[in-house]
């Protein structure tokens, strides 16, 4: 069983920075799709981001040009650089992975068959 498991998050004021962390179990170059989603108290969880097993990213709207997703193969870990921090970042973020090429879009949590157990980040104003 694949096991996924994040780090990284923290309070933070408006305008600063966090990195997070996601360690896989298994290896990450392996997975066609890694991705970061957050959830707000009383909100759906949304796609924050992807990486493709051969490289490609996208990244959603609210985020662009502020978080960037990358992933290292050699330590198994997938990260997410978040710069310029909005108080309305606040959420529960995690990281998500799947082996399948086609299960939907990269933005539906459907699409992902494991999950860590999130990491709080917390933006002040």
């Known amino acids: 069983q694949v096991q996924l498991v994040e780090s990284g998050g923290g309070s933070v004021q408006a305008g600063g920075s966090l990195r997070l962390s996601c360690v896989a179990s298994?290896?990450?170059?392996?997975?066609?799709?890694m991705g970061w989603f957050r959830q707000a108290p009383g909100k759906e969880r949304e796609g924050v981001a992807v990486?493709?097993?051969?490289?490609?990213?996208t990244h959603a709207d609210s985020v662009k040009g502020r978080f960037t997703i990358s992933r290292d193969d050699a330590k198994k870990t997938l990260y997410l650089q978040m710069n310029s921090l909005k108080p309305e970042d606040t959420a529960m973020y995690y990281c998500a992975a799947d082996y399948r090429s086609s299960a939907g879009s990269w933005y539906m949590s459907t699409r992902y068959n494991y999950w860590g157990q999130g990491t709080q980040v917390t933006v002040s104003s």
């Open positions: 298994a290896s990450t170059y392996n997975f066609y799709v």
């Open positions: 990486i493709y097993r051969s490289g490609p990213t």
